[in-house]
């Protein structure tokens, strides 16, 4: 059964700091990976997808890496801001024919991320 | 632009009642899904439906069902509400494995 598993849980820091945000998944064997933005109250809003042939995409102050070898994807945010104050969600996707017949997104609890002025 | 859309947004219920959420999106994605958001369990996989009259179950699907008749609409249906589906619903769209998925707004769901 595919875990996620998102470190740290929760993260404090001044604005202008660069960010790393981790997640590991027990499945190397996914489709793709999808990098979600979670503000209070809201829903998701999708940041980056990251295909299985792929080790990387960028967007703006964001980077997200993909190691399937070592299940591990990790979110670089440049220069955070403020308005970088959110929850992030890391969820890979796993095959159909690993979990009972369908693509299956599984979600990981998230990083809360507090960026001060 | 394409947009995926939740009804209601609150919804206050009684215990046994049946309720149904809506989802309607534009994007005339194929593929669509329900979630629930709970703290302490993230979010888990309720039903998903691959096009119309295409329904299967999730990882948590117990006391809720799905129709598809159209490509626009998979509503979610509690057949009788419990107080521990008292949670947060978020419907999504994809148009293949290929692509994300498009998450709605959600529906904060309260059972009393």
């Known amino acids: 059964k595919q875990e996620v598993t998102q470190i740290p849980a929760a993260l404090s820091v001044p604005e202008g700091e660069n960010l790393v945000l981790n997640c590991s998944f027990t499945?190397?064997?996914?489709?793709?990976l999808q990098w979600f933005r979670q503000d209070p109250g809201k829903g998701l809003t999708s940041l980056l997808l990251?295909?299985?042939?792929?080790r990387e995409q960028t967007s703006g102050r964001l980077n997200a890496s993909l190691d399937k070898s070592s299940g591990r994807s990790t979110l670089y945010i440049a220069a955070s801001q403020p308005g970088d104050s959110a929850t992030y969600l890391c969820?890979?996707?796993?095959?159909?024919?690993?979990?009972?017949?369908?693509?299956?997104?599984?979600f990981g609890a998230g990083t809360r991320l507090a960026v001060h002025p | 632009d394409a947009e995926i859309t939740q009804s209601p947004r609150h919804k206050i219920t009684e215990t046994g009642r049946q309720v149904t959420l809506a989802c309607h999106q534009t994007?005339?994605?194929?593929?669509m899904f329900w979630y629930r958001q709970d703290l302490g369990h993230g979010l888990r996989l309720i039903h998903y439906?691959?096009?119309?009259?295409?329904?299967n179950k999730g990882e948590v699907s117990d006391g809720y069902s799905v129709s598809r008749s159209n490509t626009e609409d998979l509503p979610l249906t509690l057949e009788s509400a419990a107080s521990s589906q008292t949670s947060v619903y978020f419907c999504?769209?994809?148009?293949?494995?290929?692509?994300?998925?498009?998450f709605g707004s959600g529906t904060r769901l309260t059972v009393v």
């Open positions: 999504a769209s994809s148009e293949s494995t290929d692509y994300g998925y498009t």
């Open positions: 499945d190397s064997a996914i489709y793709n």
């Open positions: 990251i295909q299985s042939s792929q």
């Open positions: 969820a890979p996707q796993v095959w159909g024919m690993f979990s009972g017949g369908y693509n299956k997104l599984i």
């Open positions: 994007w005339n994605h194929n593929n």
């Open positions: 439906s691959y096009g119309v009259q295409d329904t």
